[in-house]
């Protein structure tokens, strides 16, 4: 008997701007994605949140967010955490900081802390926590985000690794950009582990298996279905970046831009739907106990 696959499909950076949140909707409603992460402080947020609460089958989670943009807290209760009034702009910068004891702890936890409440107090209950750049994985920050997970009763979290990492590493050795993106997985190795162990003893669900690091932005029609055919058994996470390229994406730090439509493209395609149906793949959000999505025909 061949075990269930069920299948979390991830819309990142909702609120980022109007395009973006226009793509997630369509790859929801017109095809196989099935949840999204908000941020709690970009440009589209409040647009975003509008769109969850009107969209029930839509599940949604925080995408903490503590580098490259502006936070929710008075600039003076989180001075460690910012330059200049703003987030440091890289994920390395960030890294550094916290792996010299530049950035405090408690000034995470109150920004963090600030960023789930606008969430909530939105009326979107969140399903899942996961960060902007993956800055979470960290293991002194990962240990603030899951006991924030606990405080607010939000059942999963990300560990964004995505395995067999060494194996990903080579097989990808040859399709340009990708190889960069193996290696940076393939290093956070003994901070998913930590991070595991984080969840475990905290008592939380383990985190579902991750897909979709290494090709990030780099999806094709076969690679796409291909990811799609060898979803291993249990709960997996894909994580996209859908969207479709508007003015305000052009002022946005990101190097995901014509990807983003691409993404939509792939993510509301019959080929697309034909993968899941081959597959037997069950297509749920993180809620406990989701209801199959059932996407569009």
């Known amino acids: 008997m061949t075990a269930t ?4 499909v ?3 950076d909702f609120g980022l701007t109007p395009g973006v949140n226009a793509g997630i909707v369509d790859a929801h409603r017109r095809g196989i994605l099935t949840s999204a992460s908000v941020f709690a402080n970009a440009p589209a947020t409040a647009e975003a949140l509008a769109i969850a609460r009107r969209t029930p089958s ?3 989670g925080c995408h903490l967010a503590l580098v490259d943009g502006e936070p929710l807290s008075p600039p003076s209760t989180i001075p460690t955490l910012l330059r200049d009034g703003r987030f440091r702009p890289t994920w390395t910068s960030f890294a550094a900081a916290v792996l010299a004891r530049r950035i405090r702890m408690d000034q995470v936890e109150r920004e963090l802390s600030a960023q789930i409440d606008r969430v909530r107090s939105s ?3 969140p399903s899942h926590l996961d960060a902007h750049k993956h800055v979470h994985a960290c293991p002194p920050v990962f240990a603030v985000v899951v006991a924030l997970a606990k405080r607010f009763g939000i059942p999963r979290v990300r560990i964004p690794w995505e395995r067999p990492a060494a194996a990903l590493a080579f097989r990808v050795g040859t399709v340009s950009g990708a190889r960069r993106q193996a290696l940076e997985n393939l290093a956070l190795t003994p901070w ?3 991070d595991a162990r984080l ?3 905290a ?3 383990r985190a579902p298996w991750f897909l979709g690091r290494v090709l990030t932005g780099l999806f094709d029609a076969d690679s796409f279905a291909a990811l799609l055919a060898s979803t291993p058994p249990g709960t997996s996470e894909l994580m996209m970046h859908p969207g479709y390229v508007d003015a305000a994406l052009h002022g946005v730090r990101t190097r995901l831009r014509s990807a983003r439509a691409r993404e939509v493209a792939l993510l509301t395609s019959a080929d697309a739907r034909r993968a899941i149906e081959r597959a037997g793949i069950i297509l749920v959000t993180h809620r406990p106990h989701s209801e199959p999505h059932s996407h569009a025909s």
């Open 192 to 194: 998913a582990w930590r």
């Open 58 to 60: 839509l599940g949604v």
């Open 203 to 205: 008592g939380l669900e």
């Open 5 to 8: 696959r069920r299948l979390i």
């Open 10 to 12: 991830n819309g990142d």
């Open 199 to 201: 969840l475990a003893a």
């Open 123 to 125: 009326g979107v209950r």
